[in-house]
């Protein structure tokens, strides 16, 4: 199927998703509506992130592909705060209602202005997976693994906490967000990084990859 038809049918599952979470009428149903809502998650960005390199210009497929992953952390940084306070002052159904609707203008988007691009060769199971014969890609999956799994914990915990133990107000939780802006700089900064060549015998592209996904990953970058 070409990137453009799987990223339409990735929004089309989270706008199932966020629909049947904004009707809810029992937690059961909404743990399996939010469940939907996240199945394409991955996918949707490894696709979307196939589809920026490939529009992107020559040389400058690093800063594409970050440019699109930073919409991810200034989602996370300007969304989830904004659905706090919207569920706090009017309805938590509201937020997922607004998110369905971000859902479908998505699907309008990008059947508007994304180009169609030819689909991936099909290696077959096997070929998927031939990558992880080889260490590198390990180390990348257990870095961003453990990276996210720790800024998850903290994004999903963060809220009781405060307000049960710090005894901080609904309203002042938002405030708590701001440790992801940095990350939203770092991602910007580190996708030009990628794209350099390599000078004085140092391949800083390669270095700056490396970078980039500790960023990503929300792990401490050394210099």
């Keep these: 199927m070409p990137p453009k038809h799987l990223i ?20 059961p149903m909404l743990l399996v509506a939010r469940f939907i809502s996240g199945l394409p998650h991955g ?27 930073m919409g991810q952390t200034v989602a996370n940084m300007l969304g989830v705060p904004a659905g706090t306070l919207l569920a706090e002052a009017m309805s938590w159904r509201l937020a997922f209602a607004i998110l ?10 990008v059947i508007s202005w994304v180009p169609s691009i030819d689909p991936i060769k099909d290696a ?8 992880l014969t080889h260490p590198g890609p390990w180390l990348i999956l257990l870095a961003v693994f453990f990276g996210n799994s720790g800024i998850f914990c903290w994004w999903s915990y963060v809220s009781p906490w405060l307000q049960k133990t710090g005894g901080w107000s609904a309203t002042m939780v938002p405030d ?5 802006r940095p ?26 990859r490396h970078r980039l996904v500790r960023t990503v990953a929300g792990l401490p970058v050394a210099r």
């Excluded at 339409?8 to 937690?27: D, H, P």
């Excluded at 996918?43 to 992953?69: H, N, P």
């Excluded at 077959?124 to 990558?131: A, D, E, M, P, V």
């Design 176 to 180: 708590a967000d701001g440790a992801r």
């Design 124 to 131: 077959g199971i096997k070929g998927q997976f031939r990558f």
């Design 100 to 109: 369905a609707a971000w859902a479908l203008m998505t699907i309008v988007v």
């Design 43 to 69: 996918a949707f960005f490894g696709t979307a992130t196939l589809i920026a390199k490939t529009l992107a210009d020559k040389g400058k497929e690093a800063q594409s592909v970050s440019m699109m992953v």
């Design 8 to 27: 339409i049918l990735f929004m089309a599952i989270a706008l199932v998703g966020n629909t049947l979470s904004a009707v809810s009428f029992c937690s």
């Design 183 to 208: 990350r939203a700089c770092g991602r910007r900064h580190r996708g030009r990084q990628a794209d350099r060549p390599v000078e004085g015998g140092r391949d800083r592209g390669a270095i700056a």
